[in-house]
């Protein structure tokens, strides 16, 4: 229950009650759930539905838990729980924004005294950047991205190997159509709960993203990531191709290598080919925009390889010239031989080209969903932490302050505020909820030295031992990610802090 100093007494059991966990302010009836269906009336109070979830490391390793101490009051003293971290998820909010954080618990790790601020955040400056490792083309940059027909963000700029994803945002969540904000938040909620949601690019595809999964395009489970551009794949493979092909072209959206002009080709004295490329010369067997983007060839539109290539030079190529195309995830690859005519006829694909091809499939990696849920810690949030917001800021830029989401290691971006980003698959299952203001609510964690918290002017009256916290229906105690750095052991941890 969240105390307040200034609730009246409570209601009645046949009552309803009013919520002060968001903005929102629901009147709810027994037995029933607010909006976000977090907080319940049972009986009369205020009750959170989905249990506190605590890290503990005794789960990991296989041994016994150890109750939490229920019995007597607590008599103030700091108890040593380095075993066990208190997350956010399921604490309740610091709305409104007088209170401090629901939870400020202490624990001595390695002699230390360190504390830990707990607060579940109402974010509606958030949205997640997703990064789809594919060849595909999903659509151009700055095209609408939509869930439910509602714009819900944007393609931003690709990176080597990946498409990625601008979503959700303020302007998505308040700033438009009040579907428009309701469907941004419901499509920011399941993915960073994990769950597959279905996105339609303008002027391009449809996908299906799931955090840790394959994405589907158009239809079409992705299977593998690019080695590289055409180029970079030339450079790669160019030995292995020696003596097996005269001339190969490595099919690209960005960059299409040709190895016999490529600099690789050169130094192996790879002979010249008469071979006429479309496209745009940049620099020695490299071709920039041989085709158009899209969902074939190397993510390009095209399905006949031959179709970026013009005539052979005669007076350089010759009957027999094998020549070998691939695209830069080895899903497509064909084979000809030049004729008499010097045109090219398709051939089964020798042998040791195909064990090049898979070569090629084996040094791509496989094609992945990424979320990186990304929000900014307001002032009323960091209010729950220190009378003086502008400290923990300055605490957190210092590294003074360790800051986790469920116990998850973030990245704090550099400047001003706390803007973080986290990778919701390291997080507790369903650790990010809503409020149908609308805004994401995400766990988030800072957790310093207890004579640092004191010196930034911290809720020193609301610390309270792991210990005094009740063990029960209430709380959920799992088993950390073995990846993820010990958040009570911060100036040993892996810091991910820009």
Same mark, same amino acid.
């Given at each position: ?38 907080? !319940? ?12 979830? +605590? +890290? ?37 909010? &610091?709305?409104?924004?007088? /209170? ?57 700029? #690709? ?21 428009? =904000? ?6 920011? +909620? ?20 799931? !955090? ?18 055409? #180029? ?5 493979? !160019? /030995?292995?191709?020696?003596? /097996? ?37 940049? &620099? ?22 031959? #179709? ?18 691939? #695209?830069? &995830? ?17 051939? !089964? ?51 003074? &302050? ?30 990010? =909820? ?13 957790? +310093? ?50």
């Amino acid at each position: 229950m969240l105390d307040d100093p200034t609730t009246a007494a409570r209601p009645a059991a046949d009552e309803k009650i009013r919520c002060d966990a968001c903005p929102v302010m629901c009147y709810i009836k027994p037995g029933a759930t607010g909006a976000c269906d977090r907080y !319940a009336n049972d009986a009369g109070e205020l009750v959170r539905v989905d249990p506190h979830v +605590l +890290l503990d490391r005794a789960l990991a390793q296989g041994a016994s838990v150890v109750p939490f101490n229920r019995g007597g009051d607590w008599d103030g003293k700091l108890l040593a729980s380095p075993e066990t971290f208190v997350t956010a998820i399921g604490a309740g909010t &610091t709305y409104p924004d007088y /209170k401090p954080a629901p939870f400020i618990v202490s624990a001595e790790v390695d002699g230390v005294d360190m504390v830990t601020v707990v607060t579940e955040g109402i974010f509606s400056y958030c949205g997640v950047k997703v990064k789809i490792d594919t060849d595909r083309f999903l659509g151009p940059e700055q095209a609408t991205v939509r869930a439910a027909g509602e714009a819900v963000g944007h393609v931003t700029t #690709s990176e080597y190997g990946s498409q990625m994803l601008s979503l959700g945002g303020v302007h998505h969540l308040t700033g438009g159509a009040k579907k428009e =904000g309701r469907v941004t938040c419901e499509a920011l +909620l399941e993915l960073c709960n994990g769950k597959a949601v279905e996105l339609a690019i303008d002027g391009g595809s449809t996908v299906i993203v799931q !955090a840790g999964k394959a994405p589907i395009v158009n239809g079409f489970q992705e299977e593998r990531m690019r080695v590289g551009c055409g #180029s970079a794949t030339i450079g790669m493979f !160019a /030995k292995q191709w020696l003596g /097996k092909a005269d001339e190969v072209v490595v099919v690209d959206d960005h960059i299409t290598g040709v190895l016999s002009e490529h600099q690789a080709g050169k130094l192996l004295d790879i002979p010249e080919t008469g071979i006429k490329m479309k496209g745009r010369r940049s &620099t020695p067997g490299r071709y920039f925009q041989v085709a158009e983007p899209g969902t074939g060839w190397g993510g390009t539109n095209i399905t006949d390889p031959l #179709s970026i290539i013009g005539p052979f030079d005669p007076k350089v190529a010759w009957p027999g010239l094998r020549l070998f195309f691939i #695209s830069t &995830t080895g899903e497509h690859s064909a084979y000809y031989e030049l004729d008499e005519a010097l045109q090219p006829v398709a051939k !089964a694909l020798p042998a040791d080209l195909l064990a090049s091809t898979e070569r090629v499939k084996e040094n791509c990696e496989p094609a992945l969903s990424t979320v990186l849920f990304m929000a900014g810690a307001g002032g009323s949030l960091r209010s729950g932490v220190t009378e003086n917001p502008v400290r923990l800021t300055k605490s957190v830029k210092d590294a003074l &302050t360790y800051v986790t989401s469920g116990g998850a290691p973030v990245y704090v971006y550099p400047g001003g505020g706390i803007t973080f980003m986290v990778d919701v698959t390291r997080l507790p299952e369903n650790a990010f =909820g809503y409020v149908p203001t609308p805004a994401l609510v995400a766990p988030i964690e800072f957790t +310093l030295k207890l004579s640092d918290y004191e010196a930034l002017g911290g809720h020193m009256t609301e610390v309270r031992p792991v210990s005094s916290i009740p063990h029960g229906e209430a709380t959920l105690s799992l088993a950390p990610r073995g990846d993820n750095p010990w958040p009570l052991a911060p100036n040993s941890a892996k810091r991910s802090h820009g």
